[in-house]
């Protein structure tokens, strides 16, 4: 069954505090992505990745960066936590040809707080 | 630029009825449009796609959805709720052309009473 891993759940941070989110997906992938979920205002796309090493800023790259040193793993960094980044971050992979081939498989959520 | 629109926040049917969730979008070139369902702390799962084949889709779980391009929209049909339906459910559209972006409605909150 294929499968996309969110390390952490669920986080408690302070403010100021560096944030590592980890995404391991095992399905040989080309592309993953980073999303963030409000209510209200439904997914938002932060970063993805298309290849190793490769990155591209979605819509809200502000405050955030990435890293994918293997194929498998697509990592989200929080430099400085703040509380406007208390929220769900869902991961999600791909197959090569980007979003049109029709499927995204999702991870179950890291929720994050920042206190 | 493309955008959806997903017209109720949240809808709340009898077990056993009909359901409808309401989908319009917005694409400047052919669009791809897709409809995904959230369980409660669970990631989102593909219910079915529309990719310029056939205008009505067919899904899993007895979800179908229509592609209308007269009236842009994508509406999510089930003839009979089931309580294993309840969950929030998320339109996405896809321009063909458009870069591969994917732009998410805002979702639909399904509540099935008995």
């Known amino acids: 069954d294929v499968k996309v891993t969110q390390s952490s759940r669920y986080l408690v941070k302070r403010t100021g505090e560096k944030v590592f989110l980890e995404c391991v997906q095992d399905?040989?992938?080309?592309?993953m992505f980073w999303y963030r979920q409000d209510p209200g205002l439904g997914l938002r796309l932060i970063y993805f990745s298309y290849d190793v090493k490769m990155k591209e800023k979605g819509d809200i790259p502000e405050g955030y960066s990435v890293s994918r040193e293997k194929k498998e793993r697509f990592s989200l960094i929080l430099e400085s936590a703040s509380t406007n980044q208390t929220s769900m971050y869902l991961c999600a992979s791909s197959l090569a040809g980007g979003p049109n081939t029709g499927e995204l498989f999702f991870g179950e959520g890291s929720r994050l707080t920042v206190l | 630029a493309q955008s959806v629109t997903q017209l109720d926040s949240h809808v709340s049917v009898s077990e056993g009825t009909p359901v409808l969730l309401r989908c319009n979008y917005s694409s400047s070139y052919s669009p791809s449009l897709f409809w995904y369902v959230q369980h409660p702390n669970k990631g989102l799962q593909l219910l079915l796609k529309?990719?310029?084949?056939?205008?009505l889709v067919k899904g899993i779980n007895g979800f179908e959805a229509e592609f209308k391009k007269s009236e842009t929209s994508f509406h999510l049909t089930k003839p009979s709720a089931h309580m294993s339906d309840a969950a929030e459910y998320f339109c996405?559209?896809?321009?063909?052309?458009?870069?591969?972006?994917?732009?998410f409605g805002t979702g639909t909150q399904l509540k099935v009473e008995l």
């Open positions: 996405v559209v896809s321009e063909r052309g458009g870069g591969n972006k994917l732009t």
């Open positions: 399905m040989d992938h080309e592309n």
């Open positions: 529309y990719t310029s084949a056939a205008t």
